[in-house]
């Protein structure tokens, strides 16, 4: 059974850092694209990040491109989001996803996503 489950959220000063975690079950991440997904109240769920089957290659959102970074530890089923320069405007429940077409490139889109965690939050307020 897949199961992603978020963790490493909480509040944080602008300009600080936060590393998020996904731990995964029920499959193995290497074979998978997966991704990092947020969102804000009163708004849409965005695409934040996103990372190829076999870490082939990663993709941003523009807002985030440089301050944030996706990585994958295979051998503790684990997926990572860290996240640098935080700005009020990150607040948000972020969400892992994985997509379980086998060996897929990742696409920054919510609707090719099977499963998801339940979200943590990230609050960035002085």
């Known amino acids: 059974q897949v199961q992603l489950v978020e963790s490493g959220g909480g509040l944080v000063q602008p300009g600080g850092s936060l590393r998020l975690s996904c731990a995964a079950s029920?499959?193995?991440?290497?074979?998978?694209?997966m991704g990092w997904f947020r969102q804000a109240p009163g708004k849409e769920r965005e695409a934040v990040a996103c990372i190829s089957s076999g870490d082939t290659s990663t993709y941003y959102a523009d807002v985030v491109k440089g301050r944030f970074t996706i990585s994958r530890d295979n051998a503790k089923n684990t997926m990572y989001l860290q996240m640098n320069s935080l700005k009020t405007e990150d607040t948000a429940v972020y969400y892992c996803?994985?997509?379980?077409?086998?060996?897929?490139?990742?696409?920054?889109?919510?609707?090719?996503?099977?499963?998801w965690g339940q979200g943590t939050q990230v609050t960035v307020s002085s």
């Open positions: 996803a994985v997509d379980m077409t086998v060996q897929a490139m990742c696409v920054m889109m919510i609707r090719f996503y099977d499963y």
């Open positions: 029920g499959f193995t991440l290497d074979y998978y694209a």
